[in-house]
């Protein structure tokens, strides 16, 4: 399995900035996109941003502007920069990653591993 870590939640006021990071580990499997979701009370989970090995990126428009994704492949870790924070970006925010399994010789795709989540809360 793959496992998922995040870590850089936190409270910060309106305005303010935070970076998330998410590192990916599992043996015989090889990250491929890797995304950021979140969770408001009483709403479902929503899309904020992914992106490809590649670096192709795709945003929420409420977060466009504001929000940057990136990756480091090597370090099969992926980052959220959330700048310009308001109150409705308070969440709590999952990394995602599809991933490719090998075995044999054979490759086979693995998606939806979740990573336990982390709080980001922003005060007015």
């Known amino acids: 399995q793959v496992q998922l870590v995040e870590s850089g939640g936190g409270l910060v006021q309106a305005g303010g900035s935070l970076r998330l990071s998410c590192i990916a580990s599992?043996?015989?499997?090889?990250?491929?996109?890797m995304g950021w979701y979140r969770q408001a009370p009483g709403k479902q989970r929503e899309s904020v941003a992914v992106i490809t090995t590649t670096g192709s990126t795709n945003y929420a428009d409420s977060v466009k502007g504001r929000f940057t994704i990136s990756r480091d492949n090597a370090k099969n870790t992926v980052y959220l920069q959330m700048n310009s924070l308001t109150p409705e970006d308070t969440a709590v925010y999952y990394c995602?990653?599809?991933?490719?399994?090998?075995?044999?010789?054979?490759?086979?795709?693995?998606?939806?591993?979740w990573g336990q989540g982390t709080q980001v809360t922003v005060s007015s």
């Open positions: 995602n990653a599809d991933a490719t399994y090998s075995s044999g010789g054979s490759f086979f795709p693995r998606r939806g591993f």
């Open positions: 599992g043996n015989s499997f090889t990250i491929r996109t």
